[in-house]
């Protein structure tokens, strides 16, 4: 969620209305304090139809799993909306009807900071040093531990239940 955290910050600085997914309560309301002006539980809400309900679709969307959530992406996607997406984990290759999605003249655009060239990295440290000054993000703290507690900060990270960076501080 830290992500969809910095996501939701640099959306609302833009001027965006912002309508997010979540997994669980605890993450809606991370994300609500983020600044999400909608947040959708997809474990138990129709997302297309809620989406649809609020704002009839949408522009952009920055996404987390791209091929499993292609499906309501395309059902969403405003025309000439846009995908940014950072990976694809559960869904590694994507199936989908090529016309649903011409029909929309969408763009898809991976993002994998590795591979950026230096003027995209540059303009990137350049919008995100602008943001901090301007909008003063909130950062998302899950707990600190001393060095000696560095067993009890993996084990935090490992359960899979935080939301927020672990940091680790010195002794």
Not at 51 to 63: C, F, L, P, S, T
Not at 92 to 103: A, C, G, H, I, T
Not at 140 to 158: C, K, M
């Amino acid at each position: 969620m830290y992500a969809a955290w910095y996501a939701i910050q640099l959306a609302k600085w833009a001027g965006a209305k912002v309508v997010t997914t979540v997994s669980w309560d605890a993450k809606a309301a991370h994300a609500r304090a983020a600044g999400a002006d909608i947040v959708i539980n997809y474990r138990n809400e129709n997302v297309v139809e809620r989406i649809r309900a609020e704002v009839g679709g949408v522009d952009r969307i920055v996404d987390v799993d791209f091929g499993k959530n292609l499906p309501v992406s395309a059902a969403v996607l405003n025309p000439h909306g846009a995908i940014t997406c950072y990976a694809s984990t559960s869904v590694r290759e994507p199936v989908f009807l090529y016309n649903d999605l011409l029909r929309l003249n969408i763009s898809v655009r991976p993002v994998f900071v590795y591979t950026m060239s230096d003027a995209a990295k540059a303009q990137a440290h350049a919008d995100i040093a602008q943001w901090v000054r301007e909008a003063k993000p909130i950062f998302a703290i899950a707990g600190r531990f001393s060095l000696a507690e560095v067993v009890q900060a993996h084990l935090t990270v490992e359960r899979g239940e935080k939301i927020g960076h672990v940091l680790l501080t010195p002794l």
